[in-house]
């Protein structure tokens, strides 16, 4: 007999006061959160655009920066009035930078998560996936909408990550080093409609902050600093990690025609040591305390890596897309991965991950799903492993996913 699906709790999530810019991460309170007049319009009249200083200065540029004006007011129900032309407006924007906060992340602060990996890791190409399946199949599993913040993202998003890897079939080149200019991050808001059994609907949001950055920029202490502030404001941490950067896996996946890396500074275990160093200043956390963060590891790449597992490994399974977070297959995954880095004589990533942070889990995800040939995506085209699987454990740590245990238990 079919035994019911078993509800799990949510094991407990962190949470923040206040809402958290997710382009310059200043911190206010949602009661001191400025806004911007609406101007004219037409025949209405309203404020004239007058350049901006302040996200001049953010953006490196005074074009688009020209806009109406920005005032202080308490506001009721996300709303005032100029105190120039008189127009109502419910146009927040961050009182550092003055870039726009969305109405639905100020009234439900989201959450930041932080994508974090060395050199070859494969960010670049799992952004423009995550993204694209979240604008796609897995955001019509979840009911849920993905929506750019702003025009920066919108247009970064086609130009360096849809068109050449998605319509294009081009594999991403290295991202450059943060030293050489700034980068925008691309930023978006995630919103789920949960419909409950008796109460009304309610939408939870999700504040997705992704930068793609440089290798480089994790290796070295330096420059980490210009990610301090990124860091500190993650509510979560999504780490991805290669495993032809571990010694002992390199032997499985060479037959895939990746030649390994000799980078120390490159391994996973070094680059997480350092980002956990820089998370333990700015949380002023001792050193035998663990983080709060919950963080997602990643083994990117197991296409590579499937044709020699077992078949009834976890992950040759594809995910069941019912809306909710299976629990009997996330210990699977879980419980493969750590094998996997065991045999790899890398176990000492999960001992350390188990030391320094609260709560953490391991995945294992293709975000191509087949081996690329000569810089560009096999000719199956790009079709994603498993790619969502960390997003949805962290979103079930946010409380905004409901667990299952299949089996009832």
């Known amino acids: ?46 404020c004239a655009p007058v350049l901006d200083e302040r996200l001049a200065a953010y953006t490196g540029s005074t074009a688009g920066a020209s806009l109406p004006p920005v005032f202080a007011a308490a506001g009721r129900k996300g709303r005032a009035d100029c105190p120039a032309c008189g127009r109502p407006t419910g146009n927040r924007v961050c009182p550092e930078c003055h870039n726009p906060l969305p109405a639905a992340y100020c009234d439900s602060p989201g959450r930041i998560v932080a994508l974090v990996g060395a050199k070859n890791s494969g960010k670049s190409t799992y952004i423009a996936v995550l993204l694209h399946e979240l604008m796609n199949r897995v955001g019509t599993e979840l009911d849920a909408s993905l929506v750019a913040c702003d025009d920066r993202t919108i247009e970064r998003y086609k130009r360096d990550f849809a068109r050449p890897l998605l319509e294009e079939r081009r594999l991403l080149p290295t991202t450059a080093s943060a030293t050489t200019g700034p980068r925008e991050p691309l930023v978006y808001l995630l919103t789920r409609t949960r419909r409950g059994r008796f109460a009304r609907a309610r939408n939870d949001s999700l504040a997705l902050v992704l930068f793609d950055t440089a290798g480089e920029d994790l290796r070295s202490r330096e420059v980490t600093d210009l990610h301090l502030r990124y860091l ?90 019912t809306g909710v977070l299976d629990l009997d297959d996330r210990d699977a995954v879980d419980e493969q991965v750590r094998a996997l880095l065991h045999d790899w004589q890398a176990g000492q990533l999960d001992t350390y991950l188990g030391q320094q942070y609260a709560d953490h889990a391991l995945f294992g995800l293709s975000a191509l799903g087949g081996v690329p040939e000569s810089g560009r995506v096999g000719a199956g085209g790009v079709r994603p492993h498993r790619a969502e699987d960390p997003l949805l454990w962290l979103l079930y740590r946010f409380g905004m996913l409901d667990g299952v245990r299949p089996g009832g238990t």
């Open 232 to 321: 500190e404001a993650a509510d979560a941490i999504i780490f991805l990690v290669d495993p032809l950067e571990l010694p002992g896996a390199q032997g499985e996946l060479q037959r895939g025609g990746d030649p390994p890396h000799a980078d120390p500074d490159s391994e996973p275990l070094n680059v997480i040591a350092r980002v956990t160093e820089a998370l333990r200043q700015r949380h002023g956390t001792r050193p035998g305390d663990p983080l709060p963060v919950p963080v997602a590891v990643a083994l990117t790449k197991i296409d590579v890596l499937r044709p020699s597992l077992l078949r009834q490994s976890a992950l040759h399974r594809t995910r069941t897309g």
């Open 1 to 46: 007999m079919t035994r019911p699906l078993a509800r799990v709790g949510l094991p407990g999530a962190p949470s923040r006061h206040g809402v958290t810019c997710p382009y310059c991460f200043a911190s206010a309170a949602p009661q001191r959160i400025p806004f911007r007049c609406r101007g004219q319009a037409g025949r209405t009249q309203g």
